[in-house]
Nanobody
Framework: QVQLVESGGGSELAGGSLRLSCAAS????????MGWFRQVPGIEREGVAA????????YYADSVKGRFTISQDNAKNTVYLQMNSLKPEDTAMYYC??????????????????WGQGTQVTVSS
């Protein structure tokens, strides 16, 4: 199975930036959907961004469009989430997930096969 390790979380002020990284244990360039999801205790998990690694197609939640960018580095088997113009409402535990092609809904967590342990992002005003 695919192993995923997230990193890059931390604390930032509103308006600041963070870059999250998700390192995969195998070549994700062969064709995976890779997604970033976030969860606040007591609130439903939200799909933030996703990318199809073979063609580079990207998907974003309306709440982060224009502020967050998902990208991939094939040589490093890594997917990134660049988060700019951070807002306090971006505070959450962020999870990376991977899905094999076939029946995937890019921003729906239940359609993914693997996920990491998460990295905390805290944004204060």
């Amino acid at each position: 199975q695919v192993q995923l390790v997230e990193s890059g979380g931390g604390s930032e002020l509103a308006g600041g930036s963070l870059r999250l990284s998700c390192a995969a244990s195998e070549n994700i360039y062969s064709g995976y959907y890779m997604g970033w999801f976030r969860q606040v205790p007591g609130i439903e998990r939200e799909g933030v961004a996703a990318i199809y690694t073979r063609g580079g197609y990207t998907y974003y939640a309306d709440s982060v469009k224009g502020r967050f960018t998902i990208s991939q580095d094939n040589a490093k088997n890594t997917v990134y989430l660049q988060m700019n113009s951070l807002k306090p409402e971006d505070t959450a535990m962020y999870y990376c997930a991977a899905a094999r092609p076939g029946g995937v809904r890019p921003l729906i967590f239940s359609t993914y096969n693997y996920w990491g342990q998460g990295t905390q992002v805290t944004v204060s005003s």
